[in-house]
Structure formats: C-alpha cells, structure tokens
C-alpha cells in the first residue's frame, strides 16, 4: 500500500550538485502528508537531514542549511532533495521517510523507508 523510491545518488566532487527523488505510492497523499530525507554516513547513525510539512513548510538540519533545498510535487507524488556546494561530509546513504502517525494514530502508526541512495562526495 505505501512504498517509497529513492534515485539521483552518485559520485561528486566537493563543490558539486545532485538531485535526489523519492517517488511515493498511491498510499502516500503528498498534500496532507509531511515527508523527511534522512541519511546514514560511514560509522555514524542516521541524521533528519530536511522535512516538509502538509502545508508545505521546509526545515533543516543547520549542517545542510542554504545548501539544500527539499520540494514535493503532488501531481507526480514525489519528493525532491537538491543538494548544492556538497561536502565530503555529506557522504552518506540518504533514505526517504513517511510516518502515518497523524492519521491513523500512535497506537497504530507506522513508519516507512525507501531503499536508499548512495552518495558519494570526494576529490
């Protein structure tokens, strides 16, 4: 019923741009649902890295901030992360996320993960 998609991850150079997608299943309305990017870097725990909210609002982590930028589109129920002037910090395994906490409860919520996407920035 709900199934999420990363794609975009590669290799760049420090200073480079990617575009991540999170393309969201039927399950996922993008209009009332907020949406999160996580990620996982080598040796370290899974960061929130940006989130949007139902009504659109974005926030971020202060280590990405004016860097990236995360959007939705409803009609094609995906979300996007442009990340810009990326870092070798920023190497890491980026995951979407989904929680239908706010509509079903929190005593029968559940939480869902894309794949991830790996992306890697060195010299």
């Known amino acids: 019923q709900v199934r999420l998609v990363e794609s975009g991850g590669g290799e760049v150079q420090p200073g480079g741009s990617l575009t991540l997608s999170c393309a969201a299943s039927r399950g996922v309305i993008l209009t009332i649902s907020p949406m999160s990017w996580y990620r996982q870097a080598p040796g370290k725990g899974r960061e929130l890295v940006a989130s949007?909210?139902?009504?659109?609002?974005?926030n971020y982590a202060d280590s990405v901030k004016g860097r990236f930028t995360i959007s939705r589109d409803g009609a094609k129920n995906a979300v996007y992360l442009q990340m810009d002037s990326l870092k070798p910090e920023d190497t890491a395994v980026y995951y979407c996320?989904?929680?239908?906490?706010?509509?079903?409860?929190?005593?029968?919520?559940?939480?869902?993960w894309g794949q991830g996407t790996l992306v890697t920035v060195s010299s």
């Open positions: 996320y989904y929680t239908n906490l706010w509509i079903i409860g929190p005593t029968r919520f559940r939480e869902f």
């Open positions: 949007i909210t139902e009504s659109g609002k974005p």
